[in-house]
């Protein structure tokens, strides 16, 4: 994209279980909790049982074109599935899954391990002393509803946790859940 003015842009963790809004609902915990800047709104979304890198801005030219599907822009995630995956569940990732709504465009899938560095969920995932976990590391440039949790469950993965790390060229880095850090304001190229 071109040069532009354009507002801050706000990288956020957004915890397990919190949804993406500032107004309340019923009794979910929302990022009023955690975020003090006024008048920013997230650039897309991140599911409510989902972890990770939530971009909110306070110019809302830039938050339509963050969080525009025309805009086709990676999206990374690490997963944990229950089972032990294989190349043929990661190959079927990659090169696309039938979902209801039609195929899936090819995604980067590889198998990674357990991440040490990432924080321990709270709640933790329920684990089953008889069936494995294993870790993936997958991009993709749509953004379908629940999308990599219907992708895994496809090729007979479950997935028990989901946890963005990158959006494009902008990473999580070090911040921890329910942390945020300003990195924009003024001219940029997004």
Known sequence: MDRQ????IVLFNKPFRIICQFSPEGDKRTLAEFVDIPRVYPAGRL????EGL????????LQ??????DNAKY???????????????????AHGVELKEGVTLPARVRMI???????PRDPPIRQRKSIPTSWLEVAIREGRNRQIRRMSAAVGFPVLRLVRT??????????QPGEYRIIQRGKRKV
């Open 54 to 61: 939530l971009l909110l801005t306070d110019d809302g030219r």
């Open 5 to 8: 003015a354009c507002g801050m």
């Open 113 to 119: 391990p357990e991440p040490a560095w990432l924080w």
């Open 64 to 69: 339509a074109r963050l969080s525009s599907p």
């Open 75 to 93: 999206k990374t995630y690490l997963v944990q599935v229950e089972g032990s995956v294989d190349q043929a569940a990661v190959d079927r990732l």
């Open 166 to 175: 990158a959006i494009d060229r902008f990473e999580l880095g070090g911040l």
């Open 47 to 50: 599911d409510y049982d989902s």
